[in-house]
Structure formats: C-alpha cells, structure tokens
C-alpha cells in the first residue's frame, strides 16, 4: 500500500497523456506555486524521465482512465455521476466520454505512466483526473500557469491530487463501482483513487 513520501518531496505532478508534444506535464510546487513548472513532452518515457529528475512526487494526478469496466461501452459508474453534473448544470454530458470512444494515447498512457513511475517510486499516490470535466463544473485559479491546453489539463490534474491526497476532497468515486468495473484498490495497479470536489449524487 502506497505510502505518503518523505518531507524532502516538495510537488506534485500532473498529467494528460497524448502523443508527440501532446503529453502535458506540470511540477506544482507545494511550497511556492510560483515556482511550478509546465512542459509537454511526447511519450511516457519522457515524462517517467523529467519525474525522476526531481525525485519522488508527493502524488499524481492522471488524466486517463485508470480502471476499465466489461459493460456495453465501457462506462463506469464514477463517469455517469459526472455527467449528471453536467446535466443539472445544463453543460454538454458529451465531455465524459465512455472509455470505449477514446483513443490509445489516453488509455494506455494514464496506465503505463502509472506502472513507469511506481517502478521506481513504489510507495507513489495516484488519483485519476478528469480536468476539462472539473472546468466545466467548477472554477479554478490557475493564473500561476503558462499553459497550452495539454498542460492546463496536467496543471488540473496536480491539483486534484494535492487537493484529494491533503484531504481537502473527501469524495473518492473510484469506491463507487459497477460489477462490471476492475477494483482499483485490488488490480494489478491498486491502489488508484479518483478524487473529486464534493458528492455529484
């Protein structure tokens, strides 16, 4: 079971898997936001690489499905309680897609940045993202940023993961399953949270 770093871990990460030069990645420092850090790089191996640069992070945010389910679609549970969110809030549902419609970059990347990173840092916290959803139905600072939209999405993604692993989001939806879902606290790559702002209902 993954354990908190050390006190010499100062930030968190946060990623949106894509392909070349669409990989956003974001160090938000946990002392001084100011001196975070936004790139893109253009493969897993590169983001594994700029992470182990700066040591064990203090968590990660990843925006990827993190755990897949059998059922028509592919849909979970934690994905359905988001768009109900967006219904009542009159945004577009379409913006949580069901696994089965996204490309590869995304389904493969989010895990194998996992598996990469905790290879190295076995003892690392990750929680799944989903920043484009979070911007639609809450509102962020992230002015501290200078973001494309691959790093803006990371920069989301590191502050899901400060915000579920600190305690301040008590809303786990990777508890909430379908029998068709993987168990992200007992598969292959368990334990995966999916932290969010409050209870969508």
């Not at 990623?15 to 100011?34: M, Q, S």
């Not at 003892?123 to 790093?151: M, Q, W």
């Amino acid at each position: 079971m993954p354990k908190p770093p050390t006190s010499a871990s100062r930030f968190w990460v946060g990623a949106d898997p894509g392909g070349e030069k669409k990989f956003g990645l974001v160090f938000l420092d946990a002392v001084d936001e100011r001196a975070s850090r936004c790139i893109t790089v253009s493969s897993v191996d590169d983001a594994v690489k700029e992470v182990k640069k700066r040591g064990e992070p203090l968590g990660v945010g990843i925006d990827a499905p993190m755990w897949w389910a059998s059922r028509k679609g592919g849909s979970r549970k934690a994905d359905n309680r988001i768009r109900s969110i967006h219904r009542r809030t009159g945004m577009n549902s379409s913006t949580v897609q069901s696994p089965n419609s996204l490309q590869g970059a995304a389904l493969i990347g989010g895990m194998m940045l996992a598996w990469r990173i905790r290879e190295k840092f076995p003892g690392t916290r990750i929680t799944e993202s989903h920043p484009k959803a979070v911007i639609h139905a809450y509102e962020f600072d992230l002015e501290f940023f200078n973001y494309d939209e691959h790093e803006r999405d990371a920069a989301i993604g590191a502050v899901c993961a400060r915000e579920g692993f600190e305690g301040r989001w008590t809303v786990d939806l990777a508890r909430d399953r379908h029998k068709s879902e993987q168990d992200p606290f007992s598969y292959w790559l368990a334990p995966i949270h999916y932290f969010w702002p409050e209870d969508p209902g």
